[in-house]
Each structure stands twice: as C-alpha cells, then as structure tokens.
C-alpha cells in the first residue's frame, strides 16, 4: 500500500519535474543574445527562470528522495 502511494506521488514528481524543465527559457533565448549575450553567460535570472530555476531545484532533490526511498521500500 505505502510504495503504491509512493509511486504515485513519484510519477506526478516526474511528470511536474518535466514540465518545468520544458517551460523554462534557453540560454540564448531573447534579444540579449543578439546584442552583447554577455549576461546569459554570467547567468542573471530574472523572473519567472527565476522561480523556474527555484521550482526546478526543490523537485529534482524530491525526485532523488523518493527514488531512494522507493529503492529502500521494495
């Protein structure tokens, strides 16, 4: 019953995860890249990568929690 609860929540991780991989902005993305890309290559954020980048962290630590403990359950 726990891993098949386990598994679940894994998936929709996965699936989540996914999706803000996919929804954030390339590094050559936009107008900056034409005129002097220089701040793409330092790595400012601003917005919404911003909280894509923060979003993106907190699922991939919870996808290796879970995968460990769906690891350690079966």
Same mark, same amino acid.
């Given at each position: 019953?726990?891993?098949?609860?386990? %598994?679940?929540?894994?998936?929709?991780?996965?699936?989540?995860?996914?999706?803000?991989?996919?929804?954030? /902005?390339?590094? /050559?993305? =936009?107008?900056g890249?034409?005129?002097? =890309?220089?701040? /793409?290559?330092?790595?400012?954020?601003?917005?919404?990568?911003?909280?894509? =980048?923060?979003? %993106? %962290?907190?699922?991939?630590? =919870?996808?290796?929690?879970? %995968?460990?403990?769906?690891?350690?359950?079966?």
């Amino acid at each position: 019953m726990l891993g098949t609860v386990l %598994t679940i929540i894994y998936l929709v991780l996965c699936l989540a995860l996914i999706a803000t991989v996919l929804l954030q /902005s390339g590094r /050559s993305a =936009g107008l900056g890249a034409i005129a002097g =890309g220089a701040q /793409s290559l330092v790595g400012k954020k601003k917005g919404l990568d911003e909280k894509l =980048g923060k979003v %993106t %962290t907190f699922l991939a630590v =919870g996808f290796m929690l879970f %995968t460990i403990a769906l690891v350690v359950i079966n």
